[in-house]
């Protein structure tokens, strides 16, 4: 397929249907597992964004199937001092948006020629935009500092809202990542009882199987802490038994997962500290770090709620944000 660069308004809702080949969706429209749509890219000329795209690329072409590539550019507008707005023309940022485009398809293309490379440039507000995208493709990747000239929304920064409520798993890429072939593939996936890390683990080892990488299942627990107003705390707990419990949340989150991909080398990992460093200090040197958009753990000690926002930033491997 040729590339294509153009710029228009946002285009209608892409609604993940039950008809889309090779997903699996269930009745909230979510994808749930991976298929045969596109990896969607969210770019915008940043270092970060020139990251997601070339992680975008090698994960396309493992998995066999194409890149769309979108730019979205704010509409732009001008105040004056009697606070009356003025609709600025479009050409020419849309020209230079092309460009920034056209250059990175081409870097592409020239890494990973069998990939199809679909790039269009779009206006409007880009959080809605690029919510629609991620309902028409497997995949939406996104720079972990990229969108920075957007203004902060009301449930954190413009990453954390996309990633949080975007209907297909979100990847968000380190600006610094690079691609390291010469080693054996590991997905570190969070584990926490939770509906959310349910389907993070099955994400996991789907992509771990599509890919050809190893899986490690990672469960922290921690001494029980008060997380909101009411809470009661027992001034005695037995470590023993909450270490306990982590273990068997672990092995029967890993347990249907190892029936449907038998293929998938696991390590199952019970870790006595907070989740979040939990995950950091395990994915140093992983090539995917999965973890629930949000998520309370069917066992007090266990958080990955909060864990999401702290990995994103924190973390120096990609990111997969699944709901």
């Given at each position: 397929m040729p590339e294509r660069s153009h710029h228009h308004a946002p285009r209608a809702v892409l609604s993940a249907t039950a008809s889309t080949r090779g997903d699996t969706v269930d009745r909230s429209g979510k994808v749930r597992r991976l298929g045969v749509r596109p990896i969607v890219v969210g770019y915008d000329g940043t270092p970060a964004s020139d990251a997601a795209a070339r992680w975008a690329a090698g994960a396309a072409q493992?998995?066999?199937?194409?890149?769309?590539?979108?730019?979205?550019?704010?509409?732009?507008?001008?105040?004056?001092?009697?606070s009356a707005a003025v609709a600025l023309g479009t050409d020419a940022l849309g020209r230079a948006a092309e460009r920034l485009l056209d250059k990175s398809c081409r870097d592409i293309r020239r890494r990973h020629p069998e990939v199809e490379i679909d790039a269009e440039v779009l206006i409007g507000d880009p959080v809605p935009v690029l919510l629609r995208e991620a309902a028409g493709g497997s995949l939406l990747v996104l720079g972990s500092r990229g969108l920075s000239e957007l203004r902060e929304v009301a449930a954190g920064s413009v990453m954390a809202h996309i990633a949080t409520h975007a209907t297909s798993p979100v990847i968000v890429v380190p600006a610094d990542w690079r691609p390291r072939p010469d080693r054996s593939r590991q997905v570190v996936v969070g584990v926490d009882g939770s509906a959310e890390s349910w389907n993070a683990i099955a994400f996991g080892f789907e992509f771990a199987e599509q890919t050809g990488a190893a899986v490690t299942a990672v469960l922290a627990w921690h001494d029980p802490t008060s997380t909101g107003p009411g809470d009661m705390l027992f001034p005695v707990h037995d470590r023993d038994a909450l270490a306990e419990d982590g273990a068997v949340v672990l092995s029967e989150a890993v347990a249907g997962q190892t029936v449907d991909h038998p293929d998938v080398q696991v390590t199952e990992k019970l870790v006595h500290g907070t989740p979040a460093k939990a995950l950091e200090d395990e994915a140093r040197e992983a090539d995917l770090l999965v973890v629930g958009s949000r998520g309370r753990g069917r066992i007090r000690g266990f958080l990955l709620g909060s864990v999401s926002r702290a990995v994103l930033h924190h973390a120096?491997?990609?990111v997969a944000v699944v709901r």
């Open positions: 493992r998995l066999g199937r194409g890149m769309r590539m979108v730019q979205v550019i704010p509409w732009p507008v001008l105040r004056g001092s009697g120096t491997c990609p």
